[in-house]
């Protein structure tokens, strides 16, 4: 046994994810089951918890056994490996999936009991159940975060068979604290495993509700205006780009992409809504368009790309809602190199800048030139790239820092990896975005 029960299990889930606390995050538990690990988790980290409603669509005869399951939004998930090896017929899952379907529509009103459901747009979701078995239902629930918006869906329950992940692609994280090999049902690792009946699901989302939010994420919360899908003329281009400004914003920050990606970059989109959520405004835009990212030796022209960050930074300083803002530069890879390149540029103006993952070392003599102070953020576990950034970070003559994230890789596709470049962005961003125009070297 590992547990003692669920609420056990989610003490110890909630140490496991104490690098979320403080952050934008939702928890959701799969009802029944999985609510009271997940209110121990959302009570832990001090943020807000709701129900991610799926029923699993059992075999006849034999329920316990999910051949798929369905969620809210029309979510719908079939386990083809169950069903033919059950030899269920088209008819019987119908009708299986219209009887699942009325029960779950009648629980989102007796669980919320006429709240409405969390936003998770922008956010980091964490799914939580008591543990997973075949995986159809944490699949489900992934997906509906998913369509609802969230800008990270991170998948975390207490017990799991060896080998679950290769099941469960559609989390950008998943996390378990136990993955033994002799595994038949979620119920032998708890001591205590009785049925969660609707009542304790209610208590447990009410008393979440009535839990004060802390002060610290009231004051990080802003008001952000809708994202205005925009038209960036960079000279004889026009390029696809998505600008966010919340309201009394201190700075607009301007995203450079690395090689291969664009503005729907999803690393790039999550260290955004954090931003937003710190008062920043963002813009995400492509640095090419479509028929030139067929040429790869223009993927890796940083003065391209340097003179395309020029352009749309002059744009958008000619925008309404970012006149007379402070404007930032945040690069990732090959990008970090034109945002250096940019912020070198006489007259540039360029608040701060900020380095994911890049290859400044691609600015080369344009190095020493750059003003705007710089934030160099890098894997500990990306060694290449950490030399590189060593050696760039030398030529620099403004004010500047590296900031090694201990355990992550060149993505940061790491647990938490990401969030903490996101709260090393937002503070470096916070702390220097103030309109004062940077002198050229």
Request: glycine share 10%; proline share 5%.
């Amino acid at each position: 046994m590992f547990f003692m029960d669920r609420r056990d299990a989610g003490r110890q889930l909630a140490a496991r994810l104490a690098h979320f606390k403080g952050a934008e995050v939702v928890v959701l538990g799969l009802p029944r089951g999985g609510v009271p690990v997940a209110a121990e988790v959302a009570d832990a980290l001090g943020v807000p918890l709701d129900v991610c409603l799926v029923r699993k669509l059992g075999v006849p005869l034999q329920p316990e056994l999910g051949m798929g399951a369905i969620g809210e939004g029309g979510v719908r998930v079939i386990n083809d490996d169950v069903v033919r090896a059950a030899r269920i017929t088209p008819d019987e899952l119908a009708e299986v999936e219209a009887r699942e379907r009325e029960v779950l529509e009648s629980r989102a009103q007796r669980f919320r009991g006429g709240r409405e459901p969390i936003g998770l747009e922008g956010r980091t979701v964490l799914v939580v159940d008591d543990g997973v078995a075949t995986g159809s239902t944490a699949r489900a629930a992934c997906r509906i975060a998913r369509a609802r918006g969230a800008a990270r869906v991170v998948l975390a329950v207490p017990v799991a068979p060896h080998g679950w992940t290769a099941r469960l692609g559609e989390a950008d994280e998943l996390i378990c604290l136990h993955t033994p090999r002799n595994f038949f049902a979620v119920g032998q690792f708890y001591t205590l495993f009785s049925q969660v009946d609707d009542d304790e699901v209610v208590a447990c989302l009410e008393e979440a509700a009535a839990r004060p939010v802390s002060t610290r994420r009231t004051a990080s919360r802003h008001a952000v205006s809708e994202d205005r899908e925009v038209d960036v003329r960079a000279g004889v281009v026009v390029l696809r780009g998505q600008l966010t400004v919340p309201e009394g914003a201190s700075g607009v920050v301007v995203f450079a992409h690395g090689s291969g990606s664009s503005r729907h970059s999803p690393r790039n989109r999550f260290v955004a809504t954090g931003l937003n959520r710190a008062g920043l405004g963002t813009l995400l835009f492509d640095l090419l368009t479509e028929e030139e990212e067929s040429d790869r030796a223009n993927v890796f022209d940083t003065g391209l790309l340097a003179r395309r960050l020029v352009d749309a930074t002059g744009w958008l300083r000619g925008q309404p809602e970012a006149e007379g803002h402070a404007v930032g530069y945040f690069g990732a890879s090959t990008g970090a190199a034109a945002a250096l390149w940019a912020a070198a540029e006489r007259g540039a103006r360029i608040a701060a800048v900020v380095s994911r993952g890049g290859r400044p070392d691609l600015a080369g003599p344009r190095l020493p030139a750059v003003t705007a102070p710089t934030l160099l953020v890098v894997g500990g576990h990306d060694p290449l790239v950490l030399d590189l950034n060593r050696e760039a970070q030398a030529r620099l003559r403004c004010e500047n820092r590296l900031a090694v994230v201990p355990g992550a890789t060149h993505l940061f596709e790491e647990s938490g990896a990401l969030e903490k470049v996101t709260d090393l962005a937002r503070d470096w961003f916070t702390d220097h975005m103030v309109p004062v125009p940077h002198a050229a070297a």
